[in-house]
């Protein structure tokens, strides 16, 4: 059974800060990795998505890599804002089913 | 907003209730899932339909029933539910079951058994 951990599970920063979350599994037969976000209360936001054929995906301040042999995945965010507090939850696909982390809080203070 | 939606947002019931969860997917996908998203857990898969046909049943107890009625609608009925089921409950659609595809979730409805 897959097994997904997201360290640490909580994190609080200044604003301008870099942001680094991890991400490990178990099982590394996965066929992609993703990144959401989730505000309190509501759904997930789909932030990245890398194949296991890929070693890394880039979106805006947002860069995500993929280690599979390892079991690892970073989500690096370059110069948090305030806007940046959610949660940060990873998951990871093994057929047609996604497994999830528990999640990474974060809080960008201003 | 994404392309998934889910009505209501919030529901309060009690144990001897009846009621159903819908969501409706825009995005000409071919499979619908249920999530479960109890505090302080990990988002727990329930159900997979792949061209409403009911490909996964993730050991969900009976007083969840799933219903899909065509590739656009899912519905997740209620009846008896314990206060332990209380949670986000969490759709999300894919363009089919290929593993390699992106899901992409609804806002997802906020239940609460009293």
């Known amino acids: 059974k897959q097994e997904v951990t997201q360290i640490p599970a909580a994190l609080s920063v200044p604003e301008g800060e870099n942001l680094v979350l991890n991400c490990s599994f178990t099982?590394?037969?996965?066929?992609?990795l993703q990144w959401f976000r989730q505000d309190p209360g509501k759904g997930l936001t789909s932030l990245l998505l890398?194949?296991?054929?890929?070693r890394e995906q880039t979106s805006g301040r947002l860069n995500a890599s993929l280690d599979k042999s390892s079991g690892r995945s970073t989500l690096y965010i370059a110069a948090s804002q305030p806007g940046d507090s959610a949660t940060y939850l990873c998951?990871?696909?093994?057929?047609?089913?996604?497994?999830f982390g528990a999640g990474t809080t974060v809080t960008v203070r201003a | 907003e994404t392309g998934v939606t889910q009505t209501p947002r919030h529901l309060v019931m009690g144990m001897t209730n009846k009621k159903s969860l819908k969501c409706e997917q825009h995005?000409?996908?071919?499979?619908m899932y249920w999530y479960k998203q109890s505090a302080k857990k990990p988002l727990e898969l329930m159900f997979v339909?792949?061209?409403?046909?009911?490909?996964e049943n993730n050991s969900v107890p009976s007083r969840f029933s799933p219903e899909c009625p065509n590739s656009s609608h899912l519905f997740l009925h209620l009846h008896t539910l314990q206060p332990e089921d209380s949670a986000l409950y969490l759709c999300?659609?894919?363009?089919?079951?290929?593993?390699?595809?992106?899901?992409?979730f609804g806002p997802g409805t906020r239940l609460t058994v009293l």
């Open positions: 339909y792949s061209l409403e046909e009911r490909v």
């Open positions: 099982d590394s037969a996965i066929y992609n």
């Open positions: 995005l000409g996908h071919n499979a």
């Open positions: 998951a990871v696909s093994n057929d047609y089913k996604l497994s």
């Open positions: 999300a659609s894919s363009q089919d079951t290929n593993p390699h595809n992106e899901q992409f």
């Open positions: 890398i194949q296991s054929s890929q």
